[in-house]
């Protein structure tokens, strides 16, 4: 028996709208934002939450790095990598780790530095 249920993914980050916004351009859904703009929820279709919360000292995780946390990552399932990969990179997406092609996922940092991979597994 669970003992809780999952609210939200919440991101922390220099500026919560505009990555927001980001992940809205890859995942769709609506932006609903709290008053002094330190917290913005991405509503998904399907009724999940990724949040992003005001945080001015934000350090971006080092990917890859041995020596440091990468934190965590957000998995995203696409059914075309070549097209997902154009659409995230037009956003704003920097690539980490996209060079083996063979491969049925690529790694890229958000705006704010956060890894996540493109998925077509």
């Known amino acids: ?11 922390d980050c220099p500026d919560p709208h505009a990555l927001a916004a980001f992940y809205a351009g890859i995942l769709g859904g609506t932006l609903e934002a709290d008053d002094d703009g330190d917290w913005v929820d991405l509503k998904l279709p399907g009724g999940r939450t990724l949040a992003f919360q005001k945080a001015p000292g934000h350090v971006p995780p080092k990917w890859p790095a041995s020596g440091d946390s990468q934190q965590f990552h957000l998995d995203l399932t696409v059914t075309d990598l070549d097209a997902a990969e154009k659409g995230v990179l037009a956003l704003g997406a920097r690539p980490l780790d996209t060079d083996d092609r063979a491969r049925t996922w690529r790694v890229y940092a958000d705006p704010a530095g956060h890894p996540f991979c493109l998925c077509a597994c």
């Open 1 to 11: 028996m669970a003992i809780a249920e999952l609210g939200a993914v919440v991101l």
